[in-house]
């Protein structure tokens, strides 16, 4: 076997191995149209609603799926859960509001559709590890340069 042979063989297989391992992956390989569809719906939907709702049953329902199916889908898509895709974007919004904003947590808590500001610091302080008054001091020590007051 010559070596540009062998090299595109050795390449072959490197691939083969890559594909194996992505299949075993709990996300595993895209699926079918369906569910890439299914998702890219459902994703869109989060981004309209996520201030409105949390539930997968209630993008579910406004699909027109099951949740079980919003979960297979965003599963093979995103490699989360329905909700867990849910709950990534509304942490993603309270921390940019939380970082780039003087917005205080109950003004946040209204807009992303927290019955309370209560709710809201139970609700990140489950998911980030500390509470939204934490996170907002934390983000702005590391953007302040050093020697700023």
């Known amino acids: 076997m010559a070596s540009g042979e062998c090299h595109i063989a ?5 691939l083969s191995v890559l594909v194996l391992r992505l299949a075993d992956r709990p996300g595993g ?10 998702f890219r719906r ?19 329902r406004n699909l027109g799926y099951s949740p079980r199916m919003l979960t297979r889908a965003t599963a093979s ?3 989360t859960s329905a909700k867990g895709f849910i709950d990534e974007r509304v ?7 939380l970082a780039h904003s003087d917005e205080p947590a109950v003004r946040i808590a209204a807009h992303l559709g927290f019955s309370s500001a209560t709710n809201f610091s139970k609700y990140f302080q489950s998911r980030a590890g500390q509470s939204p008054i934490q996170f907002r001091n934390a983000s702005r020590q590391v953007s302040r340069p050093q020697g700023e007051p």
Not at 29 to 38: F, Q
């Open 10 to 14: 050795v390449l072959r297989h490197l």
């Open 42 to 60: 459902f994703r869109e939907a989060v981004e309209h609603d996520f201030t409105k709702t949390r539930e997968v049953a209630d993008y579910a």
């Open 29 to 38: 390989l895209p699926s079918t149209t369906e569910d890439s569809d299914t």
């Open 77 to 79: 898509a995103a490699g």
């Open 91 to 97: 942490m993603l919004e309270a921390k940019r509001r």
